[in-house]
């Protein structure tokens, strides 16, 4: 007897609205609040609301051009099928895709700074603690060393990990909302302060909110990230539209609450000065004083931003893991662990590259990791996300698919995605988003080569994808149900 919860590859589709709902939107929350929501204050003032609902109009357009062609293309391999899909061209494909597996890293990596910093605040609560540079680069290195080996144990006991992780970033964030509308209610807040627009490098309203945009940006990706979950979701065609856009919503109004109760309790001009990590730390200690929840806060945050880095090195050593096997990456890279069925290698080689950049950062820039690695992840989503639209647009000429937007839709997510790319959507200081990505990409098509290398003068084959729509199908045998 068939088993409807089972694909036609054997894979049991686990994942019903609940738990799909709960994926995304732990995924769009995670470590971006806690990043953003300071630097945003520090560049438009009491209006760092404003920059989340541009995000959140962007990123919805580009979430209604995923759901077309997740319904019409129901299968993992998500942006890397659409380009292939749209244009036929596998170094493209290999690009869009290996651009995806780079966004990974680098969330990570970001979560792990901010980690690091508010685990080290939270341990100096109790214990006199060491929290320089020096502190915060090994805790972040040892963090990331850790997510290697939770995912080491496969895909299932990640995403249940990620159920736990996204129920206590929720309750970090209602604290944060909570005290906030408390202040409010006894008016010791300045509830004023949220249409007061103010810039300290003198910026006119437009171009204020154009930098503080692609800032707000890394807070709002994540949602993408369920497409690689669409083969164990059950009826995917039917959920998938109506979750998406309600986890959308839900993450954006938790946004907007909490940046307004940032610049309400936080005196002004004190915004700017707190770290990315520190904003919503102050308001707890602001807002309630007489009461020790600022001495257990930085540990909820610090479930709250490691939910983002597990999550994002999943779905990057995943995609490592299928391109190796489709023959574009070395295929040393596909390697699974006999017992455990995870890519391991995959994992290995993911790893590293996050702990290089890390240490890259922290000792080569004068921007934080947060701040470097946050902007380069949603630099490189942009970049996915403009191509994304636009195989929107080319992929109409298919038939099928439970869902279709308006054609402006496409037009306008791409225009909008494209324009925060460019070098006016950033500070000065952040430029070096453009250097971290693009040396991403060269390690990536380099390894394109020396597979065209070997494919070509050891094997007598062409490089190329054999089946996009496989890419991460072997590594989802191993997942929930199947262990």
């Given at each position: 007897m068939d088993d409807p919860d089972r694909t036609t590859d054997g894979l049991t589709r686990v994942m019903g609205p609940g738990l799909l709902l709960l994926f995304i939107v732990g995924d769009i929350l995670g470590a971006g609040i806690y990043a953003v929501t300071g630097r945003l204050a520090g560049q438009v003032g009491g209006i760092a609301w404003v920059p989340f609902l541009v995000a959140f109009a962007i990123a919805t357009l580009t979430a209604m051009s995923y759901l077309e062609l997740v319904t019409k293309y129901p299968?993992?391999?998500?942006?890397?099928?659409?380009?292939?899909?749209?244009?036929?061209?596998?170094?493209?494909?290999?690009?869009?895709?290996?651009?995806?597996?780079?966004?990974?890293?680098?969330?990570?990596?970001?979560?792990?700074?901010?980690?690091?910093?508010?685990?080290?605040?939270?341990?100096?609560?109790?214990?006199?603690?060491?929290?320089?540079?020096?502190?915060?680069?090994?805790?972040?290195?040892?963090?990331?060393?850790?997510?290697?080996?939770?995912?080491?144990r496969g895909v299932g006991e990640s995403v249940k990990f990620n159920v736990v992780l996204t129920l206590v970033e929720m309750v970090a964030l209602a604290i944060v909302i909570g005290i906030g509308f408390l202040v409010i209610a006894r008016g010791d807040g300045d509830f004023s302060r949220i249409t007061v627009f103010e810039n300290p490098e003198d910026k006119n309203l437009f171009a204020a909110v154009t930098i503080a945009t692609a800032i707000a940006f890394f807070a709002m990706v994540g949602f993408e990230d369920s497409v690689n979950m669409v083969e164990e979701t059950r009826e995917p065609e039917r959920i998938f539209p109506r979750v998406m856009l309600t986890g959308l919503g839900i993450a954006v109004l938790i946004y907007v609450l909490v940046a307004i109760s940032v610049v309400v309790v936080v005196p002004?001009?004190?915004?700017?000065?707190?770290?990315?990590?520190?904003?919503?730390?102050?308001?707890?200690?602001?807002?309630?004083?007489?009461?020790?929840?600022?001495?257990?806060?930085?540990?909820?945050?610090v479930f709250a931003v490691a939910n983002t880095a597990l999550i994002n090195m999943l779905m990057a050593s995943r995609l490592i893991y299928g391109l190796a096997r489709q023959d574009v990456l070395p295929r040393v890279l596909g390697r699974v662990a006999p017992r455990r069925r995870?890519?391991?290698?995959?994992?290995?080689?993911?790893?590293?590259?996050?702990?290089?950049?890390?240490?890259?950062?922290?000792?080569?820039?004068?921007?934080?990791?947060?701040?470097?690695?946050?902007?380069?992840?949603?630099l490189l989503l942009l970049a996915v996300f403009t191509v994304v639209n636009v195989c929107c647009l080319v992929l109409r000429r298919e038939p099928g698919g439970t869902f279709r937007a308006p054609t402006a839709v496409p037009?306008?997510?791409?225009?909008?995605?494209?324009?925060?790319?460019?070098?006016?959507?950033?500070?000065?200081?952040?430029?070096?988003?453009?250097?971290?990505?693009?040396?991403?990409?060269?390690?990536g098509v380099g390894l394109w080569a020396l597979t065209w290398l070997a494919n070509r003068g050891l094997?007598?084959?062409?490089?190329?994808?054999?089946?996009?729509?496989?890419?991460?199908?072997?590594?989802?045998?191993s997942g929930p149900g199947t262990a």
């Open positions: 299968r993992a391999a998500g942006a890397a099928l659409y380009t292939h899909r749209a244009f036929g061209v596998h170094f493209v494909t290999f690009l869009v895709a290996f651009t995806v597996v780079c966004s990974g890293i680098t969330s990570a990596s970001s979560a792990a700074g901010l980690l690091s910093s508010n685990l080290l605040i939270g341990l100096d609560e109790f214990a006199d603690v060491p929290t320089g540079d020096g502190a915060t680069l090994a805790v972040a290195l040892g963090f990331m060393v850790l997510l290697a080996l939770i995912n080491l002004a001009g004190q915004v700017s000065a707190e770290s990315e990590s520190g904003v919503l730390l102050e308001v707890v200690r602001i807002g309630a004083p007489d009461v020790p929840i600022d001495r257990i806060f930085p540990f909820l945050t995870s890519p391991y290698v995959a994992i290995g080689f993911t790893t590293a590259l996050a702990l290089a950049l890390i240490v890259y950062v922290r000792t080569q820039s004068e921007s934080t990791i947060v701040g470097a690695l946050s902007g380069t992840t949603a037009v306008v997510g791409a225009l909008g995605c494209a324009y925060l790319l460019g070098p006016w959507a950033r500070l000065e200081a952040d430029l070096i988003q453009y250097r971290i990505a693009a040396g991403l990409l060269v390690i094997r007598g084959q062409r490089t190329g994808f054999r089946d996009v729509e496989s890419l991460e199908e072997a590594e989802h045998g």
